[in-house]
């Protein structure tokens, strides 16, 4: 018997009860990812991410498979009503053949997903300037955390495809041990491209914390440039503050003006030296 069920079926009357108390238990025990190999029988169960939508929502499918039958429980009702089309089209084909056509298909639009996704970072990264800092910064968040749902599913399939080729229980041949591969070699490789993704949106985010730090830095040092030219604007103001008996400038009469004056003249002397020493 080969068929795709909901994940609400699993207690169906198509199934024995021994089957039935099987997946019952193994749902009771596990809520993560698990490849396990049984004298009788493989239980797989993992939870599925789309990799075009990148919304993260753990869908689980549940897969047991023996000798004579290959059930497969999906909980997105989208995805059912794909995989059940599949298997309708394909009944005549053997267990094996429909195990690979199943993982195949699942995967089947990922790597276009993924450089998709990558196009869209790179626009996001190209509009940077335009946009503010608040949103970039959102968006790489959002990035990061959709790469990260990515790459645990991935390895999810890393697992379970690591699982098939021991062939503990020898269910597969050699001819479909190969084409196993074949899905596990193109897993890593999606994996690969989801790590390469996940590189460069660090690196995004590196130099977004660059850029903040330049401007930060840039101004400090025009606090630092105000803080030098009334520095010594200050001292002066301070030193004919004190109002001693017997400071001639105070009765001067042009006095208030060449004070006025003297701090203009140093104020621009600093200015001078400032702009020659590429200090702004």
Do not use: C
Not at 189 to 195: A, I, P, T, Y
């Amino acid at each position: 018997m080969n068929k795709i069920f909901k994940f609400e079926q699993i207690n169906s009357n198509e199934l024995n009860i021994n089957t039935i108390n099987i997946l019952n238990e193994h749902l009771t025990k596990h809520n993560a990812t698990v490849f396990e190999v049984y004298e009788n029988y493989i239980l797989v169960s993992f939870d599925y991410f789309n990799s075009k939508t990148r919304i993260a929502k753990q869908k689980r499918i549940l897969l047991y498979f023996d000798f004579n039958n290959l059930l497969i429980f999906i909980e997105d009702h989208k995805l059912f009503n794909k995989f059940d089309q599949l298997f309708k089209e394909n009944f005549h084909r053997s267990n094996q053949e429909l195990l690979r056509l199943f993982f195949i298909e699942l995967i089947s639009e990922d790597m276009e997903n993924i450089d998709e996704f990558e196009k869209i970072i790179t626009i996001a990264e190209d509009n940077a300037i335009k946009d503010s800092k608040k949103d970039y910064l959102n968006k790489i968040i959002k990035f990061r955390k959709q790469l990260l749902n990515l790459k645990h599913y991935y390895n999810q399939l890393q697992v379970i495809f690591d699982g098939f080729l021991e062939n503990e229980n020898k269910y597969f041949d050699d001819e479909a041990l190969r084409k196993l591969n074949i899905i596990h070699n193109r897993i890593d490789r999606l994996q690969l491209g989801v790590l390469n993704l996940r590189d460069y949106v660090t690196q995004m985010r590196e130099a977004y914390q660059s850029q903040i730090d330049i401007e930060q830095n840039n101004l400090m040092k025009i606090f630092t440039l105000i803080t030098a030219i009334f520095l010594p604007l200050t001292l002066m103001v301070g030193w004919y503050g004190m109002n001693f008996k017997y400071m001639p400038e105070l009765n001067s009469l042009y006095g208030y003006p060449i004070f006025i004056a003297g701090s203009i003249i140093v104020s621009i002397v600093l200015l001078i030296y400032f702009k020659k020493k590429h200090w702004f």
